[in-house]
């Protein structure tokens, strides 16, 4: 089997994978707060990044860390934060497959924040897609219930909040490790959250058991095998192609959601995030002919 096979497969794992974990956040979080949950949401995947400190080399490059990267990993940790949070509530809202497919528009608003403030190259075909996906988020918004409406709007807010901690990673790649990276992110976030929760006024206390380890099965699935299985088909492919085969997230959500929790979307939500979905993929298309060009134009 060849690396680009081997590469698609990874990324078709990882969207799977991610569509799994989006079920069992979903139970979790439907009897606690957006605060309690990501803080053992975090808790747990800081202890499970921590394994990778058991490799002499990769201890040694996570703890060599310098104060000026620890000071942009605090501050991308809290837009993370604060996307996640809106993610969560809007999760709390409505049924995971409908948050899936408005998860994706956080790819349109990449394109266009690293338009402006990457000076990328942003064409009329990707502006057609924007304009598709952007259809997609107004028939959620505007011609659904009120609880999808709601959710509509924390996922745009939490889509630009995740849009830009990706511009500023990608623009500051080569100084994040990785694994240096999630580990004093997970640190981070549940430093930020349990602020979070003092300033609503509320209390640390221990979830049941059977709701720990939901939380423990959602971490496990989404920021450590979701983000491994992303890394090693990124090594194999280009980021345009992944990105495209990853898109099959919600289709996954809405197919283990029906399995597991007997709800699917109705048929408004499937035309509204159908048309996300559309308008993602016309941008990677886009992008993913921006990058051929671009390397012949180098090989020439």
Not at 48 to 67: G, H, I, M, Y
Not at 121 to 137: D, H
Not at 212 to 236: F, N, Q
Request: proline content about 3%.
């Amino acid at each position: 089997m060849d690396e680009n096979r081997i590469g698609d497969l990874y990324a078709l794992s990882c969207a799977i994978v991610c569509g799994l974990g989006n079920i069992p956040a979903k139970v979790a979080v439907e009897g606690l707060t957006p605060e309690i949950f990501n803080i053992y949401y975090f808790s747990f995947a800081c202890i499970l990044s921590a394994f990778f400190l058991l490799e002499k080399k990769t201890r040694r490059e996570v703890l060599n860390v310098s104060p000026r990267i620890l000071g942009l990993i605090f501050v991308l940790a809290i837009l993370f934060a604060l996307a996640l949070y809106l993610f969560i509530t809007s999760l709390k809202l409505i049924e995971p497959a409908t948050v899936s497919f408005l998860s994706r528009f956080e790819v349109i608003l990449t394109v266009i924040l690293a338009f402006f403030l990457l000076k990328e190259k942003l064409t009329a075909v990707e502006l057609i897609g924007g304009l598709i996906a952007l259809g997609g988020i107004f028939i959620l918004k505007y011609h659904t219930n009120l609880a999808i409406s709601k959710a509509a709007t924390l996922m745009v807010l939490s889509s630009l909040l995740f849009a830009v901690a990706e511009v500023i990673i990608k623009k500051n790649i080569k100084r994040l490790g990785t694994i240096k990276f999630l580990f004093y992110r997970n640190i981070f976030m549940v430093f930020i959250m349990y602020v979070i929760l003092l300033i609503r006024g509320q209390n640390l206390y221990l979830p049941p058991a059977k709701t720990l380890w939901l939380i423990l099965i959602a971490a496990l699935l989404l920021p450590v095998l979701g983000r491994a299985t992303y890394m090693e088909a990124l090594k194999r492919i280009n980021i345009s192609r992944a990105a495209l085969i990853s898109q099959s997230t919600p289709l996954f959500t809405a197919l283990f959601a029906f399995a597991i929790l007997r709800s699917l979307p109705v048929p408004i939500e499937w035309l509204g995030g159908g048309l996300i979905i559309l308008g993602v993929v016309v941008v990677q298309l886009s992008r993913k002919k921006i990058l051929t060009e671009n390397r012949i134009e180098r090989q020439s």
